[in-house]
């Protein structure tokens, strides 16, 4: 009698980043130069929470004079832009939140390509073509075993994954406690302030948000702080570092600031990323307990 065969080995499912055609279902203004597109597809979409899509500038025609001027001029091809996705895989729709990135004469060499189109000038119709899902800015599936709190540190548009990561934990019924730090400079500049509002009421005992404003008192929400996210204020949102995971998201050095940091032989100036992953680590979280993502 012939051995049976041995079982197959599972294999571990790979998701392949493929381009799909999506159609902009509803715009909706977040603050003067954010703004989120709800996507939707013919094709379920299959992603992670936490995971980023990439748009190429070059299917936009109204882009096409601009985009051979800076090709010519910076003397490399434009490079496919990434966007972190804002909804979670259970919603029947992507959310893509953009800021549009501004042109300052004598600090920036170059003005923004996409951010502006995207931000102001992309209607309800409006067909992209956008590549996923990829990213390791995710809960990992072992967390909950090990961890009953997960601290989200973040600044600017850098709240984008972090709402798909609370609200995809939420509806898997993790039993983590969510809490969320988020700076901006003033009321103002806060996206999603409205979604945070309804996410703490409707999980009163799983969502606190604490809104720290830089530049403003804040006054009228519950629980705001004025000032920078602080280690104090830290170290008390963390009591237990064994038991706690953190994700931190917002402006991080630039691949540009890192290659002209090394041009003079000088290390880059950290940005809020860079500072929030000190300051986690000296609270007593190790480095597998810092999820980190940072755009410019
Ligand atoms: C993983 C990931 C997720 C992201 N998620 C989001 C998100 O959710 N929302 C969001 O708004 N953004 C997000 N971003 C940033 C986004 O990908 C774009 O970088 C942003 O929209 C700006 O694109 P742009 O084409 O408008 O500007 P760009 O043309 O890329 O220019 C941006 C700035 O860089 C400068 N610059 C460009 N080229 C050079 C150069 N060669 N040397 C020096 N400086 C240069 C320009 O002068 C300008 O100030 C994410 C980035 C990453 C990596």
Redesign the pocket.
Known sequence: MSEPAPAATPKRERRRVREMGVVVARVRRETAD?TSLYLVGDEPFEYEAGH?C?ID?HQFPVLKHFIAH?EDV?G?R?KP??????SAPHEDHLL?????????SG?????????????HHTPVGARLVISGFT?A?VIPPDAAGRVDRVVHVCAG??I??NLGLIKSSLHRGDPFRHILLFSNKTRQDVIYYEEFEELRRRHPDQVEVIHCLTREEPSGIPGARRGRITKELLQEMIPDPSRTLAFTCGPGI?P?ER??ARDQGEEPTPRFVENMVVLLHEVGLDRKQVKE????
């Open positions: 954010t980023f990439t500038p800076l910076k490399s434009e832009r990434a966007y972190s996705l804002g893509i939140t953009i800021k549009e990135e501004v042109y300052a600090e920036t060499p170059y003005p923004p390509l996409l951010s502006p189109l995207l931000t990213g800015y548009s850098g984008v994954p630039t540009h290659k002209a993502e940072s755009w410019g």
